[in-house]
Every structure is written in C-alpha cells, then in structure tokens.
C-alpha cells in the first residue's frame, strides 16, 4: 500500500497570509494526487486533481504543484473560510489512501 | 445539480448487519464509477469501496473484505454497501461519492454525499 504523509498536522495562521501543506508518498505516484479541504461535521470537497489543476468553482488561491513524491498544496492570501482540515490522496493504485489531514487554525 | 444522498446508517451490535443506500442524481449515474469513504469521530478520511459504473468491477479495503459488499442498481441510480460482521472500529461517517471519470477509474471522487452515521456498540 502507498502511504501518505502530510505535514505539518496542524498549522495557525492569520487572514491574508500565505500557507503551504506538504504531502508526501511512500513511492513515486507521477501527478496522481489529489487534495480535499473538509470543514466540521461537512463532507470533504475537492478542491485540486491531478497534483495541479483546480477544480471547478474552487478559488484561484489554493494551487496544487508537485510529482513524482512529493506535493505541495498552497493557499495565497488566507481567508476566513479556508481555516479547516485539508487531506491529499492519492490515485495512482488501490488501496486508495489518504494522508492524515493537516488542521489550519486561526491565529 | 448533482447530488448524493445516503440513508440506512444507525446503531448496531457487535456481529450485527446493516445496509447503507446512496441516491444519486442530476448525472448518468450508469457512465460513473462510485465509491464508499468513511470517517471515524475524530479521525482522518479512510477509503472503503469503489465499484465501477457497469458494476462488473470492484475494489475493497483489506480492513472491510470478505464483509462487506458493494452493489449499484443502475435503474434506481443508487449505490449501497451492505455491511455484515460488524466491529466497533467500523464504527463512523460514511460517505458516498463519485468518480469523474466517464466509463473509467480516476480514483478521486469529485462529488460527495453528507454522509450517514454508523455506531457499531453493544
């Protein structure tokens, strides 16, 4: 199975500033990551495939880079509401896995 | 508008069985493969199933195999999982959510239900 590794597992910021979540497999999976944003007690929502490329409706501020084993998902100017758990995961085989999810709190 | 709706969640013993129905519309329900995702309280996002569109395909977590078991009535445009031998660590959120590939595995899902409760306690 790939394993997913995200850090940090949590992180405070303040509105407008910048942030950047690392993830991290276990083996080399090209562009197929993928990165959800999950607020309390809602349903995960994708908001990058493909390592890169934003979804639909999704704000031009969170962008996606990264392949091979390392990924990176970043938020340019924080608004308050991007403070939620962010997962990546990957598709590249089965077991489909999911990093540990990186917590962004206000600061 | 595409949407999921899960129902079937609910309490039940250790051992015990229970089945979880998702409702789909606002796309070709058939053309899309579908998964099952689940969250414990307090824990991190954890894949369970995927079937794909025709429902000729499936794919399952080792933590869930030989117990449970996915289906798809394509004429109803509802996705289940029927689940047996129940264990307190199944207890969770369970999600169900769609692949945007068409007549293909992307193994990302791109639209996810509310998800549905289900506790596993004696």
């Known amino acids: 199975d790939i394993q997913m590794t995200q850090s940090p597992s949590s992180l405070s910021a303040f509105v407008g500033d910048r942030v950047t979540i690392t993830c991290r497999a276990s083996?080399?999976?090209?562009?197929?990551l993928n990165w959800y944003q999950q607020k309390p007690g809602k349903a995960p929502k994708l908001l990058i495939y493909a390592a890169s490329s934003l979804q639909s409706g999704v704000p031009s501020r969170f962008s996606g880079s990264g392949s091979g084993t390392d990924f990176t998902l970043t938020i340019s100017s924080l608004q308050p509401e991007d403070f939620a758990t962010y997962y990546c995961q990957q598709s590249y085989s089965t077991p489909i896995t999911f990093g540990q999810g990186t917590r962004l709190e206000i600061k | 508008e595409v949407q999921l709706l899960e129902s079937g969640g609910g309490l039940v013993q250790p051992g015990g069985s229970l089945r979880l129905s998702c409702a789909a519309s606002?796309?070709?329900?058939?053309?899309?493969?579908m998964s099952w995702v689940r969250q414990a309280p307090g824990k991190g996002l954890e894949w369970v199933s995927t079937?794909?569109?025709?429902?000729?395909?499936?794919y399952y977590a080792d933590s869930v195999k030989g117990r449970f078991t996915i289906s798809r009535d394509n004429s109803k445009n509802t996705l289940y999982v029927q689940m047996n031998s129940l264990r307190a660590e199944d207890t969770a959120v369970y999600y169900c959510a769609k692949d945007p590939g068409t007549f293909a595995f992307y193994y990302y899902m791109d639209v996810w239900g509310k998800g549905t409760t289900v506790t596993v306690s004696s």
């Open positions: 083996q080399s999976i090209s562009n197929y």
């Open positions: 606002g796309f070709t329900f058939s053309s899309y493969a």
């Open positions: 079937i794909s569109g025709s429902g000729g395909s499936t």
